[in-house]
């Protein structure tokens, strides 16, 4: 079964950028629809991009228009482009994958997660 695997966390200061990736691990990453979950300390997890095989996009309300996900098929990864981070973008952040198209629109939850990557963003 396919394991996501995060990189690209870090510490920024604000207004500035990083990319996250997420690779396959064990599998592939093919027919499936992925997503970007965040979670910071004391809150829930709360997702923030998600894209379909297809490459339908949807984002949450906070992060329109500063993130940018995507996919590379042939190199079976997946990224998130953050600019513009404020310090509420702090949190580990999770990548998802999942058969079912309905986590695009936020109407079914992944069943293969990664162990997540810290992204930090001081003022």
């Known amino acids: 079964q396919v394991q996501p695997v995060e990189s690209g966390g870090g510490l920024v200061q604000a207004g500035g950028s990083l990319r996250l990736s997420c690779a396959a691990s064990g599998g592939t990453f093919a027919g499936y629809a992925m997503a970007w979950f965040r979670q910071a300390p004391g809150k829930e997890r709360e997702i923030v991009a998600a894209?379909?095989?297809?490459?339908?996009?949807t984002y949450a309300d906070s992060v329109k228009g500063r993130f940018t996900i995507s996919r590379d098929k042939a190199k079976d990864t997946m990224y998130l482009q953050m600019n513009s981070l404020k310090p509420e973008d702090t949190a580990v952040y999770y990548c998802?994958?999942?058969?079912?198209?309905?986590?695009?629109?936020?109407?079914?939850?992944?069943?293969?997660w990664g162990q997540g990557t810290q992204v930090t963003v001081s003022s």
């Open positions: 894209i379909s095989w297809t490459g339908d996009s």
């Open positions: 998802a994958a999942d058969k079912d198209v309905r986590i695009v629109i936020g109407k079914s939850y992944p069943n293969y």
